[in-house]
Every structure is written in C-alpha cells, then in structure tokens.
T-cell receptor, first 114, second 111 residues
Framework: DSGVTQTPKHLITATGQRVTLRCSPR?????VYWYQQSLDQGLQFLIQ???????AKGNILERFSAQQFPDLHSELNLSSLELGDSALYFC?????????????FGPGTRLTVL | QKEVEQDPGPLSVPEGAIVSLNCTYS??????FMWYRQYSRKGPELLMY????GNKEDGRFTAQVDKSSKYISLFIRDSQPSDSATYLC???????????FGTGTRLKVLA
C-alpha cells in the first residue's frame, strides 16, 4: 500500500458525460501528479500540482482539468467524454515535486466510456 | 523516436532464472532512473530509484545505469512466479517535474 488513495475504483459512463476522479496523496506529500494509462499509449503524464498550484502540464486535453485543494487532495475533471477516454487514471504523489523526488502511485480509477 | 524505449515482451522465464530487463533512452539530460512494477490492473509500485550512473542493489533486485550508452537495466535474481508483472522504467532530470515512462515489459515467470 503506497498511501495514495483514489476514488472511485471503477466508473462507467456514457459519451458526452462529465466525471470527477479524486486523489488523496500520502501524508506529508505536497505534490500530486495525474497520469493516463491506455493499452496503446502506455503511462502518459497529464498534469502536476504542488501545494495547490499547477506546476507542469503534459498531454492533457482541454476537456480535462484538475485542481488541488488546501487539504492537498486533488480532483481530475473529465468532460464531454469520448470512447477514447476509456483508460486507467492514476494519481501519484511526492514530497516536494522535484525531479529527484520519488513518486508513489495510487491504485487507479478505471474509466469506461460507453 | 520515443525518448524512452522498452521492449514490450512478453518475456517468459523459468522459476529461479536471472531476469534482465532493459530500457534505452535518447535524452542525455536524464539523471534520475526508476523502475516500477505493475501487476495487472493495479497501480505501479516503485522498486528502484537511482541517480546518475552505477549500480544499486536491493534484495533480489539490481539496477544498473550506463549513461555513456544511454542504457539502464534491472536484474532480478532467483525469479519467482510472484515476479510476473509488467516492469516500467521511468526517467527524469533536474529542472523538469515529470517522469518519462517506457511502455513496459511484461514478464512471466513459469513455475
């Protein structure tokens, strides 16, 4: 158990809908990362937050957004969902968010868009 | 060309074998090298974390980094069926905040 929690474990929804994924980092970690993992794309970095502020963006679609709250939990919002958004979404956390910090991953949310 | 290349496998070995997993990369700026293990439908679990070149050992696992060849390896000694998983390499460097992951190598250890 990494100490990173994610809810829900599974989400099944329809195209065009909007969903929110939630992540709580390990105790003491200030930085949260979101990744998408699909069969053909591997693990893709989406976005990073550090202590409530956005720090880095990866291949995140405009339909997706995220935020980190004062209690350091984070939410990833996915809107106007398409079939291709079906994937595993992972949250990871690290102490301070720099490249030298180890990232610890949560168990993931499996999103299925029908 | 991808920044990090990793053979997807699957790699099948008998129980007790020494396993060698590898990644190559193109960006010479990478300084931090990680190996993660991912069981099916689970989150990646950090196995090894190394900085710059050299070897690091932890139990049955040894990580090697050869920066001159842009090549990293993970060795698993006395492999067990419970080692069957996908192994992901990841890399980063100072001044960036993200990891670049390989696509993973699927390993099967046969009892």
């Amino acid at each position: 158990d990494s100490g990173v929690t994610q809810t829900p474990k599974h989400l099944i929804t329809a195209t065009g809908q909007r969903v929110t994924l939630r992540c709580s980092p390990r105790s003491g970690d200030l930085s949260v990362y979101w990744y998408q993992q699909s069969l053909d794309q591997g693990l893709q970095f989406l976005i990073q937050y550090y202590n409530g502020e956005e720090r880095a963006k990866g291949n995140i679609l405009e339909r997706f957004s995220a935020q980190q709250f004062p209690d350091l939990h984070s939410e990833l919002n996915l809107s106007s969902l398409e079939l291709g958004d079906s994937a595993l979404y992972f949250c990871a956390s690290s102490r301070n968010g720099g490249a030298s910090n180890e990232q610890f991953f949560g168990p993931g949310t499996r999103l299925t868009v029908l | 060309q991808k920044e990090v290349e990793q053979d997807p496998g699957p790699l099948s070995v008998p129980e007790g074998a020494i396993v060698s997993l590898n990644c190559t990369y193109s960006n010479s700026a990478f300084q931090y090298f990680m190996w993660y293990r991912q069981y099916s439908r689970k989150g990646p679990e950090l196995l090894m974390y190394t900085y710059s070149s050299g070897n690091k050992e932890d139990g049955r696992f040894t990580a090697q980094v050869d920066k001159s060849s842009k090549y990293i390896s993970l060795f698993i000694r006395d492999s067990q069926p419970s080692d069957s998983a996908t192994y992901l390499c990841a890399m980063s460097f100072s001044g960036t905040y993200k990891y670049i992951f390989g696509t993973g190598t699927r390993l099967k250890v046969l009892a």
